[in-house]
């Protein structure tokens, strides 16, 4: 059980490194609100990483090799959120910090972790990469495996995220204002990377007819 945590936590943390909405918006908390809100919206996006890939290693490939359709549509609708996200994001200005009480309340930290799961959420081909990324690493475990590996690719993928949330801290603390540069970079590349989603989808529904 061990290892298959181990190995859960090494995939989760390595399938974090792509520049993704969560990444983008961990850095753009760290920026404009606190290191907390930051970790709080990395512990969301883990959290739906983990569900996700519960729910690939619960079977859900076979499910979409019956329904070839389906990929396609989850990776157009990804490249539209991807693009209109990294649009607001590199558009993005610089705001004055929020007070210390509200960095410190309970709806600071939990709208961190709202905003966390709906960027994975409405990235519906995340799905279809953690299917494909446990169906090829992690194939044929019960349901208890399963669990044990889902909850380590969570803490991979949560440990990651802390990891980005504490360096775009210090880089703040570092660059001042100029990260705001940083943010905006990384918007438009989101906006390439959901450009990729779209034509990644033309190409299976060109392969499909």
């Given at each position: 059980?061990?290892?298959?945590?181990?190995?859960?936590?090494?995939?989760?943390?390595?399938?974090?490194?792509?520049?993704?909405?969560?990444?983008?918006?961990?850095?753009?908390?760290?920026?404009?609100?606190?290191?907390?809100?930051?970790?709080?919206?990395?512990?969301?996006?883990?959290?739906?990483?983990?569900?996700?890939?519960?729910?690939?290693?619960?079977?859900?490939?076979?499910?979409?090799?019956?329904?070839?359709?389906?990929?396609?549509?989850?990776?157009?609708?990804?490249?539209?959120?991807?693009?209109?996200?990294?649009?607001?994001?590199?558009?993005?200005?610089?705001?004055?910090?929020?007070?210390?009480?509200?960095?410190?309340?309970?709806?600071?930290?939990?709208?961190?972790?709202?905003?966390?799961?709906?960027?994975?959420?409405?990235?519906?081909?995340?799905?279809?990469?953690?299917?494909v990324i446990v169906g090829s690493a992690m194939?044929?475990?019960?349901?208890?495996?399963?669990?044990?590996?889902?909850?380590?690719?969570?803490?991979?993928?949560?440990?990651?995220?802390?990891?980005?949330?504490?360096?775009?801290?210090?880089?703040?603390?570092?660059?001042?204002?100029?990260?705001?540069?940083?943010?905006?970079?990384?918007?438009?590349?989101?906006i390439g990377y959901g450009v990729f989603s779209?034509?990644?989808?033309?190409?299976?529904?060109?392969?499909?007819?």
């Amino acid at each position: 059980m061990l290892s298959l945590w181990l190995l859960g936590a090494t995939i989760g943390a390595v399938s974090g490194i792509p520049i993704g909405p969560v990444n983008v918006a961990v850095i753009d908390a760290a920026y404009r609100r606190s290191l907390m809100r930051a970790v709080a919206v990395g512990l969301g996006g883990a959290l739906a990483d983990m569900s996700y890939a519960f729910l690939g290693l619960l079977g859900l490939g076979p499910i979409l090799n019956r329904h070839p359709s389906v990929p396609p549509i989850l990776y157009a609708l990804s490249g539209v959120v991807l693009i209109i996200y990294g649009a607001l994001t590199a558009r993005a200005q610089e705001i004055d910090p929020p007070p210390p009480s509200k960095v410190t309340s309970p709806a600071h930290f939990f709208g961190g972790v709202g905003l966390g799961v709906a960027l994975i959420v409405l990235n519906p081909a995340a799905l279809v990469t953690w299917v494909v990324i446990v169906g090829s690493a992690m194939p044929d475990l019960n349901l208890i495996e399963g669990t044990t590996a889902a909850l380590g690719i969570g803490t991979g993928s949560f440990l990651w995220f802390a990891f980005v949330a504490h360096l775009a801290d210090r880089g703040k603390k570092v660059l001042g204002k100029r990260l705001v540069l940083i943010t905006r970079i990384v918007g438009i590349l989101l906006i390439g990377y959901g450009v990729f989603s779209l034509l990644r989808a033309a190409n299976i529904v060109f392969d499909i007819l």
